[in-house]
Nanobody, 120 residues
């Protein structure tokens, strides 16, 4: 019913930049908050950034000043601009969205994940 498709993950050198994209499609009535999570190798999944429909954005302390989350509601898309990348940013990055469907249900949906590797 709802699918999130991510793109943009890659191998990049320290100090480089990447932009991740996530497009939502399906039986969507309204997309509420959207966010990005990541899971480093051998560690638990953690919140990176979240952007609500209204209100302020929120970032993990480890990425503040380097990452920027944004959204294009007309395209049902959320972005994560990542600058000054560090090796510790290496992880699988997941898109998440709180979606109200045309059938009346509301639930969180996840993307398949995209690999970001920062290495020299």
């Amino acid at each position: 019913q709802v699918q999130l498709v991510e793109s943009g993950g890659d191998l990049v050198q320290p100090g480089g930049s990447l932009r991740l994209s996530c497009v939502a499609s399906g039986s969507i009535f309204r997309i509420n908050a959207m966010g990005w999570y990541r899971q480093p190798p051998g560690k638990q999944r953690e919140l990176v950034a979240v952007i609500p429909t209204q209100g302020s954005t929120n970032y993990a302390d480890s990425v503040k000043g380097r990452f920027t989350i944004s959204r294009d509601n007309a395209k049902n898309t959320v972005y994560l601009q990542m600058n000054s990348l560090k090796p510790e940013d290496t992880a699988v990055y997941y898109c998440n969205a709180l979606v109200s469907t045309v059938t009346g249900s509301t639930a969180r949906y996840w993307g398949q994940g995209t690999q970001v590797t920062v290495s020299s």
